[in-house]
């Protein structure tokens, strides 16, 4: 069934309903579905460092000669590796249990508002055939229509309740996400000593990374392994 045909039933203008109030009916008659994406998890940027070139490759005084790589870095060489965000988002374990949280709860919001919209649409499609029929009084139409103006906007205000919430809780798991990799890495580099774990990722802030410095194998194992001991 179409939105203008659920939500806003053709009402003679006897029962005192206006254009205005019709176009309110389209509103609650709109999918849900834009509500729920997660790309926003993938953004995810673990630490964020600022490597001043002139540290890196002046520190010397000769210009001309690169740096050390990270892993093979002469003492005092600042020592900088990175981790790579998308494969981390895509081979975390954790990072797919929270979509998957996510996604129930709003698969469960989602069918809650669209339970409730056809109920109301069906409700509107009966008061349009009653209007129609002119089996309905005028003074019974109004007092009908104001009841499906009052459960509209309810269906209304349900709805951004509904989406705020899961905003809420995105946010909520990214910053868990957040938490979670960065004590980890701190844990991490006890052994390495890094100067910098920067975080790449594709159309990020850092435009080109020399593989040799990429970490993000290492540190997604490790992850999943800290992961599945704490879920036991």
Known sequence: MQEENL???????E???????QEQNDTPSRTCKSWFTFQNITNLILLIGLIVLYVLFFTSGKPSKPAMPARIAAKGTIKVVFVNIDTLNEKYEFVGNLKNDLEATGKKMQAEITS??????????????QVNSNTI???RAKVVYQGLMEKQQLLVEKKEKYTQ????????????????VTNFLKRYNRNFHYDYILGYKTAGEILLAN?????THEV???????YKKKAK
Not at 15 to 21: P, V, Y
Not at 166 to 175: F, G, H, T
């Open 7 to 13: 939500s806003n039933p053709d009402i003679p203008k």
């Open 15 to 21: 029962t005192g309903m206006t254009e205005h109030a």
């Open 116 to 129: 409730e919209q056809n109920a109301f649409e069906k409700e509107a499609a009966d008061f349009q055939k």
């Open 137 to 139: 009084s005028e003074e």
């Open 165 to 180: 919430q899961v905003a809420d809780k995105e946010l909520e798991m990214n910053n868990r996400l957040l938490d979670t």
């Open 211 to 215: 593989d040799t410095l990429d970490i």
């Open 220 to 226: 997604i194992d490790a992850l999943n392994k800290d």
